[in-house]
């Protein structure tokens, strides 16, 4: 069965440094999201993402936050300078597939990042 | 987003029948009923969605009040591996096959017994 994936698994950074999580959606999907879970919090939504443009974004995703889709099948979300507020686990999603009638999102396992 | 009210938590036995509710008073016409559900350290999954006739999937059953107020997931016999948190989520139809984002709320943490 098709999955999103996401690299890495655990990433450990130290305050102002940038990061990079990475996803690769469903082939055939057409609509990225991020989302982020602060530990033992609510699922927050970040940004979504169609036709190569952010179609929405939370006010969590302010200018130290970019997303990226370089090559067609990758999906990134970029952090610029990671505050320690910044740690979390953040999921990657995406939904869409021509005929699919449930606009189901599909989930990836998560990217946990620690900021120090 | 049209608002719902879940439990925050929920216990039940092992091979037993879970029922897990979920108000949605000012649901509008337009709105689907989405539930996912979320395993310890994975991300969401989907479970079923249903606008007003109940349904039925190899997950679970979803029973929707006639008024369309209140909902009911249902797991007919649970098992350890269904012990999650659940998600119940308002879906506007006329946005489903765009770029909807889903809004989480705090879910219902249901804890299976064994």
């Known amino acids: 069965e098709p999955e999103v994936t996401q690299t890495p698994s655990h990433q450990v950074t130290q305050m102002g440094q940038e990061v990079i999580l990475r996803c690769v959606p469903i082939?055939?999907?057409?609509?990225f999201y991020w989302y982020r879970q602060i530990l033992g919090q609510k699922v927050e939504f970040l940004v979504s993402?169609?036709?190569?443009?952010?179609?929405?974004k939370s006010e969590i995703f302010d200018d130290q936050f970019s997303v990226e889709r370089p090559d067609g099948s990758n999906f990134t979300l970029k952090i610029r300078s990671t505050k320690l507020e910044d740690s979390a686990m953040y999921f990657c999603?995406?939904?869409?597939?021509?005929?699919?009638?449930?606009?189901?999102?599909?989930f990836g396992e998560g990217s946990r990042l620690t900021v120090l | 987003d049209a608002k719902t009210t879940q439990p925050n938590s929920m216990e039940s036995n092992e091979e037993e029948p879970v029922h897990l509710p979920c108000n949605h008073s000012?649901?509008?016409?337009?709105?689907?009923i989405h539930w996912y559900r979320q395993l310890p350290s994975q991300g969401p999954e989907y479970v079923i969605h249903?606008?007003?006739s109940n349904v039925n999937n190899r997950m679970a059953s979803l029973a929707i009040a006639e008024d369309r107020k209140s909902s009911t997931l249902i797991l007919h016999r649970a098992t350890l591996r269904d012990a999650a948190v659940y998600y119940c989520i308002l879906r506007d139809v006329r946005r489903i096959q765009g770029a909807q984002k889903l809004v989480f709320g705090q879910g219902t943490r249901l804890t299976i017994n064994p």
């Open positions: 999603a995406s939904s869409g597939a021509p005929g699919q009638l449930t606009g189901e999102l599909f």
């Open positions: 993402f169609y036709n190569n443009e952010i179609s929405e």
């Open positions: 082939s055939n999907h057409l609509y």
């Open positions: 249903g606008l007003t």
């Open positions: 000012t649901i509008s016409g337009t709105d689907y």
